[in-house]
């Protein structure tokens, strides 16, 4: 499976972006995906996850009640929209894949993860 994530830039804080993750080589259907960040210096951090049967989400509660993670399996992509967004928020954007079959589980943990997209930096000036 290779991922590749779009959508990133530099948004005024408040605004919003949209990021997307397409899949090639292979179907991410059967997949959980999860989105991540990282900023220089420290860990990549688990953003939201979602399952691959039910559509079941996580979020990290910093971003709880603005970000959305959301899934279209007739397009293979997965979307991660953001709102309000903070200067805080700045990070390069991951998308990950794994858990080929897990049914109702998303994963929170980096190691769970099989498949990795390249990165979106996203950049939210004051």
């Known amino acids: 499976v290779q991922l590749q994530a779009s959508g990133g830039g530099l948004v005024q804080a408040g605004g919003s972006l949209r990021l997307s993750c397409a899949a090639s080589?292979?179907?991410?259907?059967?997949?959980?995906m999860g989105w991540f960040r990282q900023t220089p210096g420290k860990e990549r951090v688990i953003v939201a996850a979602?399952?691959?049967?039910?559509?079941?989400?996580y979020y990290a509660d910093s971003v709880k009640g603005r970000f959305t993670i959301s899934r279209d399996n007739a397009k293979d992509t997965v979307s991660l929209q953001m709102n309000d967004l903070k200067p805080e928020d700045t990070a390069v954007y991951y998308c990950?894949?794994?858990?080929?079959?897990?049914?109702?589980?998303?994963?929170?943990?980096?190691?769970?993860?099989?498949?990795w997209g390249q990165g979106t930096q996203v950049t939210v000036s004051s």
């Open positions: 990950a894949a794994g858990g080929e079959y897990s049914g109702n589980y998303y994963y929170t943990e980096k190691h769970l993860y099989d498949y």
């Open positions: 080589g292979r179907t991410i259907i059967n997949y959980a």
């Open positions: 979602i399952s691959w049967s039910n559509g079941r989400t």
